[in-house]
């Protein structure tokens, strides 16, 4: 097996309410943790660090999304040189939203799910998962389900997205949203290591207050 197998999530504060950036400085410290756990436990930190990936929510604000996709690769880079590794390029999942479904207008969601695959990938994420349109309305249907995947096939068969590594460099306007987010998810991820870690930050509440402020 060659992993990776931990997740720095930073799914269920987005749910939970949480900006880009709070998304961002939890799924850095889980990874993090994990970081800590493995090289802890006998394994060295070069192989550690190759254990874990991060996982992210898609929304449909497509150029914040852009940036925090962008941003949770720059963030990495910057803990494995803190740790004197050489960066390399970590893997990235992104999901559709929860929070942005809904239930009177389901079909609604299609639109939201499009966009929000859209900005994942034009983001650099290694995978997406599509959240099937009517999913806020319990178990999905088969034609449900057809749509999800096929979202996804639409944009690469017919706007060609695995065809550019990162369209999104050179704009001064994402460049400006990626470097802001990574100064704000940095500052909110010293927080949680000050606090002495995620799942200590947990423990004491931090982070469910500091998302509930929000």
């Known amino acids: 097996f060659t992993g990776p197998f931990c997740v720095g999530d930073g799914r269920p504060v987005h749910a939970a309410g949480a900006p880009e950036a709070q998304e961002l400085s939890f799924a850095l410290a889980n990874a993090v943790t994990y970081l800590r756990a493995l090289e802890a436990h006998g394994m060295s930190i070069e192989d550690a660090r190759r254990f874990i990936f991060f996982r992210l929510a898609a929304d449909q604000d497509q150029f914040l999304t852009i940036a925090k996709f962008r941003a949770i690769r720059n963030l990495w880079a910057r803990v494995e040189e803190a740790c004197g590794l050489e960066p390399s390029r970590a893997f990235v999942e992104g999901e559709t939203a929860w929070r942005m479904m809904t239930k009177r207008d389901p079909h609604g969601n299609i639109v ?4 929000a695959t859209l900005a994942a990938a034009v983001g650099g994420a290694d995978a997406v998962t599509v959240l099937p349109f009517s999913a ?3 178990i999905p249907d088969s034609f449900a389900r057809r749509i999800a995947r096929n979202t996804q096939t639409i944009l690469i068969e017919e706007a ?4 550019v590594a990162d369209p999104a460099a050179g704009s001064g306007a994402i460049e400006y949203l990626t470097g802001q987010l990574c100064e704000k998810a940095w500052s909110l991820f010293q927080e949680i290591e000050r606090a002495g870690g995620s799942a200590k930050a947990l423990e ?3 982070i469910q207050k500091a998302v509930a402020e929000i």
Do not use: Y
């Open 160 to 163: 060609n997205l695995h065809r």
């Open 112 to 115: 939201r799910g499009t966009i």
């Open 204 to 206: 004491a509440g931090l």
């Open 136 to 138: 806020a309305l319990g």
